[in-house]
């Protein structure tokens, strides 16, 4: 088993910035892919963006640009930094990881955090 837990959430102004980070421990051997998904008000979870073990990402279109992810193997540990934050931004933000190498779907997701919240206003 993994576990993850988020932390970095928060209120901010439209234009601003916030880090995100997660902690992994437990089985870690046994994840390759991390990444970050979202859940909007009355929307379902959507991909932010994911990283492979090797450090390749990928970016959602909406956020290309302004986020960065990042993570340290050594420390176990997952970041995702967000500037220029938009209202549409707003959710529920999760930190995942599986055992693929990219986890771009929810099928692909082994374990999730409990998540952190993030809010931007206009």
């Known amino acids: 088993q993994v576990q993850l837990v988020e932390s970095g959430g928060g209120l901010v102004q439209a234009g601003g910035s916030l880090r995100l980070s997660c902690a992994a421990s437990?089985?870690?051997?046994?994840?390759?892919?991390m990444g970050w998904y979202r859940q909007a008000p009355g929307k379902q979870r959507d991909l932010v963006a994911v990283?492979?073990?090797?450090?390749?990402?990928g970016y959602a279109a909406s956020v290309r640009g302004r986020f960065t992810i990042s993570r340290s193997n050594a420390n176990n540990t997952l970041n995702l930094q967000m500037n220029s934050l938009k209202p549409e931004d707003t959710g529920v933000y999760y930190c995942?990881?599986?055992?693929?190498?990219?986890?771009?779907?929810?099928?692909?997701?082994?374990?999730w955090g409990q998540g952190t919240q993030v809010v931007v206003s206009s």
């Open positions: 990283i492979a073990k090797g450090g390749s990402t």
């Open positions: 995942t990881a599986g055992r693929a190498t990219y986890i771009t779907d929810i099928s692909r997701v082994d374990y």
């Open positions: 437990g089985i870690i051997s046994s994840i390759n892919g």
